[in-house]
């Protein structure tokens, strides 16, 4: 059980940033009012939250786009995260292969491959989805293999001299000490998610938040800008506060003293 000093320091923890947060939101307000700033230079926090209520329609149909995009795209580098680390866990000449070049792949800046994808695949939800999937698979996979790596060889021997075969030890013993690694990778890669999707909307598509936002830009209204990118950030929010329910949840026998 917590004392009342942990859950003050808790309370503290939580209130600290959210004052300083709407401290900057006041600030901000204040300077661009008192100095009249043009809109189409910085919009003030109120002329941003209004975009919400006069074309919270746009808004909201091109943000579905982007969400749908972003979890599937998510959703599949899991599954292809979770297929490869298992793959290279069974057969360590495949990850001696590919692993080396997995990890250069990911110096490549996304922004010069969703042209490519858009033009191999069109200007469809489909190259948007590679593009998250892309993005996200490889902090997933990295934390999946070193989760297995990682695991106390005690056990693995402990296994061993159970006539366990690979398979046994890969369900009972491996992939549950790995989870946690797991989980770690996850949460890294839903704060790309959005942005790897709205990048790939950037530089070609028809709807979602990357073409409302360069619509925007190029008609310097520059308070959707904000608003549309507020939306990315709740979003990507929503999605880690999803996974560590989810870590919370699986994995509740670590945390039954919290």
């Given at each position: 059980?917590?004392?009342?000093?942990?859950?003050?320091?808790?309370?503290?923890?939580?209130?600290?940033?959210?004052?300083?947060?709407?401290?900057?939101?006041?600030?901000?307000?204040?300077?661009?009012?008192?100095?009249?700033?043009?809109?189409?230079?910085?919009?003030?926090?109120?002329?941003?939250?209004?975009?919400?209520?006069?074309?919270h329609a746009n808004l909201k149909m091109n943000a579905l786009v982007?969400?749908?995009?972003?979890?599937?795209?998510?959703?599949?580098?899991?599954?292809?995260?979770?297929?490869?680390?298992?793959?290279?866990?069974?057969?360590?000449?495949?990850?001696?292969?590919?692993?080396?070049?997995?990890?250069?792949?990911?110096?490549?800046?996304?922004?010069?491959?969703?042209?490519?994808?858009?033009?191999?695949?069109?200007?469809?939800?489909?190259?948007?989805?590679?593009?998250?999937?892309?993005?996200?698979?490889?902090?997933?996979?990295?934390?999946?293999?070193?989760?297995?790596?990682?695991?106390?060889?005690?056990?693995?021997?402990?296994?061993?001299?159970?006539?366990?075969?690979?398979?046994?030890?890969?369900?009972?013993?491996?992939?549950?000490?790995?989870?946690?690694?797991?989980?770690?990778?996850?949460?890294?890669?839903?704060?790309?998610?959005?942005?790897?999707?709205?990048?790939?909307?950037?530089?070609?598509?028809?709807?979602?938040?990357?073409?409302?936002?360069?619509?925007?830009?190029?008609?310097?209204?520059?308070?959707?800008?904000?608003?549309?990118?507020?939306?990315?950030?709740?979003?990507?929010?929503?999605?880690?506060i999803v996974i560590d329910i989810l870590k919370k949840?699986?994995?509740?026998?670590?945390?039954?003293?919290?």
């Open positions: 059980m917590k004392t009342n000093l942990e859950i003050t320091d808790k309370i503290k923890n939580y209130i600290y940033p959210i004052v300083t947060f709407i401290s900057i939101i006041l600030v901000w307000e204040f300077i661009v009012v008192n100095n009249n700033v043009p809109q189409y230079i910085m919009p003030s926090p109120t002329k941003i939250l209004n975009v919400f209520l006069t074309d982007t969400l749908k995009e972003s979890v599937l795209g998510f959703i599949f580098s899991i599954i292809l995260a979770l297929l490869i680390g298992t793959i290279m866990d069974f057969i360590p000449f495949i990850k001696k292969c590919f692993y080396p070049i997995m990890l250069i792949s990911q110096m490549i800046p996304t922004i010069t491959i969703a042209p490519l994808l858009i033009i191999w695949f069109g200007f469809d939800s489909l190259p948007k989805i590679i593009m998250v999937m892309t993005t996200c698979f490889f902090p997933i996979l990295i934390n999946f293999v070193d989760g297995i790596e990682n695991i106390d060889k005690d056990y693995i021997n402990l296994f061993k001299t159970m006539d366990a075969n690979k398979l046994s030890t890969f369900i009972h013993l491996k992939l549950p000490m790995s989870l946690e690694s797991l989980f770690t990778g996850l949460k890294i890669s839903a704060t790309y998610a959005f942005v790897a999707a709205t990048v790939a909307e950037w530089l070609g598509g028809s709807i979602g938040l990357g073409v409302y936002m360069v619509r925007a830009k190029s008609a310097y209204a520059l308070d959707k800008v904000f608003a549309s990118t507020i939306v990315v950030i709740i979003f990507s929010l929503i999605f880690v949840i699986i994995l509740k026998h670590k945390y039954k003293g919290e």
